[in-house]
């Protein structure tokens, strides 16, 4: 076997560290640890974290055993990496200092849960790159995107599925409140499949990494008063939104008198619509 060049993880170097830190992946905590170098770098790369990024700030959610965060600070960047698992955490700078020693000043180690952080515990970082599990991938996206106005750009690791759901357009099969949400914030796609054997130990899902860009801000309307018109029109998705949007208005009449007045037609249901129209009815629901 040959070996990986100095900095990344290969296959040994990932059986040493369980090993030694006796590690027993959990589902609950979607602990999948990447051992393959080659994936490592089109992650860093597809992240768009080139080599000239010593000004960049990269956070990193659920680093594990290492091998992303060692292709990361190759690039000259700075990473802040969050990491739940006490015991993976606290083995996090050790594993950098002995694999780049060089770029160990340019680490810091957060130990906490992704869903509670925000610039008071990690200041304000450029990008998100992260593999996420596929239970709390979107929750965690959106928190960060929230959090962290910073961030302009995220590439996140998760299940074929999520992947689909965060990255559609309205009308297809699996769009839905994530990608509506996502959708305030940017544009998501996806760009590349994962495949299952880069992984220890291997999932019975597949994954595939989504790109993000963060889009202008959007001022002329309340975001939770929008996500609020969102999550009201797909707990019925199947009624058109006339019906869907009666408890959010306080009757049907008066759902379809502020869609009327959004420009949206209400016979439409809610997989049509695109952020922009669900932007208008919420703003039209604020004048009325």
């Known amino acids: 076997m040959t070996a990986e060049p100095p900095g990344l993880l290969g296959p ?9 830190l006796d590690v027993r992946p959990t589902k609950k905590l979607g602990q999948n640890f990447v051992h393959d170098a080659n994936t490592v770098r089109r992650i860093v790369e597809l992240a768009e974290v080139g080599p000239d990024a010593a000004d960049t700030v990269v956070l ?16 000259g960047a700075r990473v802040v990496a969050v990491e739940l698992d ?7 700078e050790r594993t950098v200092v002995a694999h780049a020693p060089d770029a160990a000043s340019r680490l810091t180690v957060v130990a906490d849960d992704a869903l509670r952080i925000g610039h008071r515990q990690v200041g304000e970082p450029d990008a998100l ?11 965690v996206v959106l928190h960060l995107l929230a959090e962290l106005p910073s961030l302009r750009r995220v590439l ?3 299940q074929t599925e999520v992947a689909d759901r965060m990255a559609a357009g309205p009308g297809g099969r699996v769009y839905g409140v994530p990608s509506v949400k996502i959708a305030w914030y940017g544009t998501a796609r996806k760009v590349a499949a994962v495949p299952r054997s880069v992984f220890w130990p291997m999932p019975n899902v597949d994954s595939s990494l989504v790109a993000f860009d963060r889009g202008p801000e959007r ?3 309340d975001r939770d008063a929008v ?10 998705r199947r ?8 408890s959010w208005a306080g009757s049907a009449e008066r759902a379809g008198e502020i869609l009327t007045a959004a420009g949206v037609d209400p016979r439409s249901r809610g997989e049509q619509l695109g952020i922009d129209e669900y932007v208008a009815i919420a703003g039209a629901a604020a004048v009325a």
């Not at 040994?12 to 030694?20: D, G, P, S």
């Not at 996500?227 to 019925?236: I, L, T, Y």
């Open 227 to 236: 996500f609020a018109v969102v999550d009201a029109a797909f707990a019925q």
């Open 239 to 246: 009624k058109t939104l006339r019906a869907a949007l009666a």
């Open 156 to 158: 996140v690791m998760v």
């Open 12 to 20: 040994a170097e990932i059986r040493q560290l369980v090993a030694e």
């Open 86 to 92: 006490q015991a993976l955490a606290g083995r996090l």
């Open 219 to 221: 001022t002329d309307v």
């Open 129 to 139: 790159v992260a593999n996420l599990p596929y239970n709390v991938a979107v929750p």
């Open 60 to 75: 990193e959610v659920g680093p594990g055993l290492g091998s992303l965060t060692l292709g990361l600070l190759g690039t």
